[in-house]
């Protein structure tokens, strides 16, 4: 078939016809005569079109047919309208390509998951690596492979994944690197002396020097072609000097700098979620955790083996996710109501502490196992038992971590604020209903906290996120002691005066619910506070206490009861001793 493109009738000039020449001879073995010129002018875009016959000296346009030529491998090939191969010569880049985005590297698409797997082995993403040959395979077709201007878009990749990539592609692609790397220096150096050109017609229309200025650079650097992903060009007609190459070398290592800066802010971030549990702020400008700048070869052993090995969410169901979590937690809240109901407490020569009211050894034992979880975390050695068990992680679930989480804090603010709450409102919650009830209240709140954050993260999945803490269940803890004196006023260093009675136990409940309400008002931004388990503590601590309540209303009825039957008997006794 023929083949027609529309080209100007301007005679090409002489070094653009010697550049061409000096192109078509690499293949003047193979190639006829003919063959390699009409070749040369498949590979060129036009104004650097050679017309067939005669050129035409009327200013419009015309159309010249363009022989199809045989394919030779790299550097001669047909035109097809039709063609749906991999894009893989330089004169067929679509004009929207750009390097951060790459080209399709195969007809069939995307490497799958398994395949990814093959070729680059665990620890790389089927979306990364993917991305990763679209780069490589653009850069292939366009001459950048071994532009330094380009690295950036992949510098968040290691060698041996760039490695492995090229290696693929060079087997499952060829492409004539070579070649293609040359078109795109002619492209170049075409772009310069067009700029060039046009500052000399300038010249010798106005009489005067045209100074360079930064905005007439950055239009010449606007004329290179866009499609090539070229580097700026500059006002040198022979090319890119030595100085050129150092400046885009220093512009890519600071560009490299940046990124990378970027990416740790990123990654603070990321461990910042895992602080969901708690009400601390967490502070964006320092590490966090157990994240540092900079660590030993033994720490990064310890880290890789605490770390897990899975690129991707595991694939199951919602149910298969939320099931065997919420199974445990429903036996585990059956037997805290059998604890609270059931439990008696030891006399005084029996206890561990007979010194220390029973309120205060139990809120202390609380507070030291939290202590001694949170100096755990500073143990490289323990951290692969912890972020299995001490940490909520819905991805892959585990149902201990649903009991183990309440107990873990991984900053020192997030623990020292819950403890303090702990304190105060655990040793008056305790002192009123007793060691086991207080353990059924603080324990059930803080499991079915996490179970209801655990099914929020997983219906909406956003398995990206985990949480720890034991905010959930302090939350429930405050909830019941204010439930249990709702109607009761309190007053808060003597404010209000007498005769006012204070703020009711309702209203501090308003006040928890309302502040983390506020949390998730839109504008707000990101926030790292885990708001689903503290209503959902809440929400436990308020039906334990209407339990305990309800518990307690019947045992009064009880005594009542047994003290008229005891009033009863003990009148009809004297009555038949009377009569006697």
């Known amino acids: 078939m023929s083949v027609f493109f529309g080209i100007s009738s301007s005679r090409p000039t002489l070094p653009s016809l010697a550049r061409l020449v000096s192109i078509c001879a690499a293949s003047a073995a193979e190639t006829p005569v003919a063959a390699r010129s009409y070749a040369c002018i498949a590979r060129r875009a036009p104004p650097y079109s050679i017309p067939f016959g ?7 346009p015309r159309q010249w047919p363009i022989r ?23 004169v067929d880049l679509p004009p929207d390509y750009r390097d951060e985005v790459g080209l399709p590297f195969r007809k069939s698409g995307d490497l799958t998951k398994d395949e ?39 510098a968040q990749y290691r060698d041996s994944q760039v490695q492995t990539a090229l290696a693929y592609l060079r087997k499952t692609a060829p492409v004539d690197e070579i070649i293609n790397a040359g078109l795109r220096a002619e492209d170049e150096l ?11 017609k300038a010249d010798d229309a106005n009489g005067d020097e045209i100074i360079a200025t930064p905005e007439k650079e950055n239009t010449d650097k606007e004329e290179v072609p866009r499609r090539a992903g070229l580097k700026p060009a500059n006002d040198d007609v022979y090319g890119v000097g030595v100085f050129d190459k150092i ?14 800066l970027e990416e740790e802010r990123r990654k603070r971030e990321e461990e910042a979620s895992q602080n969901m549990g708690g009400l601390a702020r967490i502070d964006a400008d320092k590490p966090l955790g157990l994240v540092t700048p900079e660590m030993s070869p033994t720490m990064k052993e310890w880290q890789a083996k605490g770390q897990s090995q899975l690129a991707e969410a595991p694939e199951m169901s919602k149910a298969a996710r939320l099931g065997p979590s919420a199974l445990f937690v429903t036996l585990f809240v059956a037997g805290l109501a059998a604890l609270a109901e059931f439990y008696l407490p030891p006399k005084s020569e029996y206890r561990l502490f007979p010194d220390i009211p029973p309120s205060a050894a139990t809120v202390l034992t609380l507070m030291a196992i939290n202590l001694l979880v949170y100096v755990s975390w500073k143990i490289p050695p323990l951290w692969p038992v912890l972020n299995r068990y001490f940490i909520l992680v819905p991805a892959t679930p585990r149902p201990l971590a649903v009991v183990g989480a309440m107990f873990s804090h991984q900053k020192v603010t ?103 309400l506020a949390a998730l008002l839109p504008g707000r931004g990101e926030h790292m506070i885990d708001v689903v388990s503290h209503m959902g503590g809440m929400g436990a601590g308020l039906a334990c206490a209407a339990l305990l309540e309800k518990r ?28 006697e």
């Open 414 to 516: 997030h623990l020292m604020i819950n403890m303090l709450f702990l304190w105060f409102f655990g040793t008056r919650l305790h002192d009123e209903v007793g060691r086991g009830a207080f353990l059924a209240a603080y324990l059930s709140s803080g499991s079915l906290g996490f179970l209801a954050t655990m099914a929020n993260i997983v219906l909406r999945g956003n398995l990206h996120l985990s949480t720890l803490g034991a905010s959930g269940a302090i939350y429930g803890v405050t909830t019941a002691y204010f439930w249990l004196h709702r109607f009761e006023g309190f007053k808060i260093l003597g404010l209000p005066p007498d005769p006012y009675r204070g703020v009711q136990g309702l209203g501090f409940i308003g006040l928890l619910l309302s502040l983390n």
């Open 54 to 60: 005669a050129p035409d000296q009327s200013p419009r």
């Open 190 to 200: 075409q772009a310069l002396e067009e700029a060039a050109a046009a500052a000399r």
């Open 552 to 579: 307690r209303e019947a045992r009064k009825r009880e005594r009542g009861e047994v003290q008229e039957a005891s009033s009863a008997a003990s009148n009809a006794t004297e009555r038949i001793i009377r009569k």
């Open 68 to 90: 199809q030529i045989p394919a030779r491998a790299g550097f001669v090939r047909s035109l097809s309208i039709f063609d749906g191969a991999v894009i893989k010569h330089y």
């Open 247 to 260: 400046r885009a070398r220093n512009i890519a290592i600071r560009e490299e700098e940046e990124r990378r």
């Open 116 to 154: 990814v797997l093959s070729v680059f082995g665990p620890g790389t993403s089927t979306r990364s690596a993917n991305k990763l040959l679209r780069i490589l395979h653009g850069r292939r077709v366009a001459g950048t492979l071994e532009d330094p201007a380009f690295r950036r878009h992949t």
